[in-house]
């Protein structure tokens, strides 16, 4: 009896303490039907916003817009290049801050997805690698390769290490429920054949051996070895099974807009589509869906990828740049969002039983076990609206559109029925004022003096800026005979050159002769113009720019840019070959070696006094300006319509590089009529891609452009609204 009494009062301890422990470790494992949380089946939604595509002090506002909107979980690439400018040294401060970042979503009150990659795309520069990267002896990115896979492991080790020391894992009481190794490297996989089914598989393995507690995943990969969910991406997922019948069906990227490159018209997705795509994917099973983006933000400095990315990153997503609401895109979400966790309990515990209710007409119905009962109904026509019966109840249907029923009676959202308003941003001049403007020359006659640099023939640009620049001047010189017969008025000889990429502006003895430009088609670009050459000695100064490294593409990491070709044509002996000359080499521009941008500017440089209406005579210039910061609290944006192309910095802060480059192409209207469009249509076209530039620095009092004025004959003003 004693014996007894006591074995059961210790049972009763351990009990309490393993229940106890239970609570404090959280868990998150998955089924066949979803992300299981805890012990319960959820279905989560899930939007991405990246957090150096924002400033920190913008964090909180947009997660508690996304959770307002009905958001579970926020969805983060992690951005290696930024964390680890060079091997071994780390910034996570300030937009790089992402334990902050993870701990502003954990107090909001919601879930993370940490996609570490570290391979992202993202429209971000080299797709999220580090430059180094590429000059470690031997390396070869995304493959079956030692130097590769050790740095690979080497940064997703440090970045879930960071996650645990801070207990950020939901397995720890944190807010990660989830994490993705690589990023649609499926295509890559298959075009590399073994090599590439080996790097998943070492992949998949390094990532889950590194013990998060959380389920890992790898989206557009369709031999993802278990126990790594494979996920998808696209405007659609309705086609999409995992490829073990024990995985659930996520949805990683459902491209609620798309983004813009310079040149390009801007993109919208209507909502209504989108929302036609969510719950066609929710009705056939899908248990988790990630807007991407949620809100896209801006790519400040030189973050854009592309090349020729904008600096924008709005992307149409329901939080627009300025972390303002879009509609009717994020009310309209929102109801969605709402009809869907009304059903959540149907659809984790049931499938869907599909009957037919016309030619283009379906219902999927959950019903689970102790009586719940969802249903989704569908006309799939494209541009006929249908009434069905079901349940002995009538129902129209708009085109295209998709009617949840919570209780499979009452239909509660359809999603081409939308009852928001369209929001339109206005831009209003603000009361600050500009005090002075002053400028600086970039000295092109004197080029090359002092230049370290020198090869016979011309050099690869990022191998040899290493991306510390936009900028690569290329300088030779060219001896003229006095008895050239273009020197007694006849034809005028012309210049060739040749660039792999981005972007070139021509320079012969100091004056401009002009440009050309590739396009995120055609990187490749080739100037032909005149060559005003004189008898003696001739300067030729080529400035090759870069517009953002590439993110996407296979083996993008050999692609090569900068000049590869010069010739000099209409010469008494024909063309002159120069490619093989000699070449001096000057990495980056003046005022950025001296470091013009730094807040507190350089006194040694002689500022020019300016004004406004003065036109100058150079083409390349610098241009600063103060200003008092403009009252108020509402988000800032400069309208650069009346410049060039350069880059622009705010109390030395870089809001990124600017270019008035028109959108070419057709434009497709986007006025949804209730009938199906195609997934995105285009604006713009005809007018430069991207006119405003967002700034949200606590700004005090000081601007300052890299402009080089290409297309507007030097004059310029400068007007920014809020
Ligand atoms: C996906 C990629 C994302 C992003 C997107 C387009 O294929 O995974 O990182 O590049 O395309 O915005």
């Not at 309705?238 to 459902?254: A, G």
């Not at 790519?299 to 090349?307: D, L, Q, Y």
């Not at 005003?532 to 001739?538: E, P, Q, V």
Request: charged share 15%; with cysteine.
């Amino acid at each position: 009896m004693e014996t007894n009494s006591v074995s059961k009062l210790l049972l009763l301890v351990f009990t309490v303490l393993f229940v106890g422990s239970e609570l404090i470790h959280c868990s998150v494992t998955y089924d066949r039907k979803a992300i299981i949380i805890n012990g319960q089946r959820r279905i989560l939604i899930s939007g991405s916003i990246h957090y150096p595509r924002s400033t920190p002090e913008m964090w909180e506002d947009l997660i508690g817009k996304a959770k307002d909107g009905g958001l579970d979980v926020i969805d983060t690439y992690v951005f290696w290049n930024v964390h680890e400018p060079s091997p071994g040294n780390y910034n996570f401060e300030g937009r790089y801050d992402l334990v902050r970042f993870i701990k502003t979503v954990q107090r909001v009150g919601l879930y993370v997805h940490l996609r570490i990659g570290p391979y992202v795309c993202a429209e971000w520069n080299f797709g999220g690698f580090p430059v180094w990267l590429n000059y470690v002896p031997g390396i070869s990115f995304r493959t079956d390769n030692g130097p590769f896979k050790a740095a690979m492991q080497g940064f997703t080790q440090k970045i879930v290490q960071m996650m645990k020391n801070e207990k950020l894992f939901q397995s720890q009481g944190g807010p990660i429920i989830l994490s993705q190794i690589e990023n649609e490297y499926g295509p890559e996989s298959r075009q590399l054949g073994a090599d590439g089914h080996a790097y998943t598989n070492w992949a998949a393995k390094m990532a889950v051996g590194l013990g998060t507690g959380v389920p890992w995943v790898m989206c557009k990969q369709d031999d993802a070895p278990d126990p790594v969910i494979n996920t998808c991406n696209g405007f659609y997922c309705d086609y999409f099974s995992p490829n073990k019948p024990y995985k659930p069906n996520l949805w990683t990227e459902s491209w609620s807009g798309w983004f813009t490159e310079f040149g390009g018209p801007i993109y919208q997705r209507p909502v209504q589509d989108l929302a036609f795509a969510v719950a066609r994917f929710v009705q056939k099973g899908g248990s988790l869906f990630n807007y991407y983006m949620y809100h896209g933000g801006t790519n400040f400095g030189r973050s854009a990828g592309g090349p020729f990315i904008t600096t924008s990153y709005d992307y149409d997503a329901p939080i627009d740049e300025y972390g303002l609401i879009r509609e009717p895109k994020y009310g309209h979400l929102k109801d969605l969002h709402k009809a869907i966790k009304q059903c959540e309990h149907a659809l984790v515990s049931s499938d869907p039983t599909v009957t037919s209710l016309g030619t283009y007409e379906q219902a999927h119905v959950f019903s689970s076990k102790n009586g719940a009962c969802a249903a989704f109904l569908a006309n799939y026509h494209s541009n006929s609206a249908a009434r069905v019966k079901f349940n002995n109840r009538n129902y129209d249907l708009p085109p295209w559109s998709i009617s949840i029923l919570p209780d499979c009676r009452t239909d509660v959202f359809n999603t081409a029925r939308v009852r928001f308003q369209t929001s339109q941003i206005q831009m209003l001049p603000s009361n600050s004022r500009l005090l002075s403007w002053e400028t600086y020359d970039e000295d092109v006659s004197s080029l090359a003096e002092s230049s370290k640099i020198t090869a016979s023939g011309l050099l690869e640009q990022i191998s040899t800026t290493r991306d510390t620049s936009d900028y690569l001047w290329y300088i030779t010189s060219v001896d003229i005979s006095s008895s050239e017969s273009f020197l007694r008025g006849r034809n005028k000889p012309s210049i060739t050159v040749h660039s792999a990429g981005h972007a070139v502006h021509v320079f012969i003895n100091g004056q401009f002769s002009g440009s050309a430009f590739g396009t995120s088609k055609d990187r490749s670009c080739t100037f032909n113009g005149p060559a005003n050459l004189r008898a003696g000695t001739n300067k030729i100064a080529l400035l090759s720019v870069a517009v953002g490294l590439p993110n996407v593409g296979f083996h993008f990491e050999t692609w090569k840019a900068g000049i590869t070709g010069v010739l000099l044509n209409g010469l008494d002996h024909g063309q002159k070959d120069l490619t093989w000359q000699k070449w001096s080499y000057q990495i980056g521009l003046r005022g950025e070696a001296m470091n013009l941008v730094a807040p507190n500017g350089v006194s040694s440089v002689d500022w020019e006094k300016d004004s406004l209406a003065v036109r100058s005579q150079s083409q390349l210039k610098w241009h600063k300006a103060y200003f008092n910061a403009p009252e108020g609290v509402e988000p800032l944006a400069l309208d650069l319509s009346s410049m060039g192309k350069g880059q622009v910095w705010i109390n030395g802060q870089s809001i990124g590089r600017y270019w008035m480059v028109y959108a070419k192409g057709s434009c497709s209207s986007c006025n949804y009529a209730g009938t199906y469009r195609p997934a995105k249509c285009q604006l713009g076209c005809g007018q430069p891609t991207q006119r405003w530039y967002y700034f949200s620095i606590q700004l005090q009092h000081y601007i300052l452009i890299l402009s080089k004025i290409l297309f507007l004959n030097i004059f310029f003003h400068i007007n920014w609204c809020f």
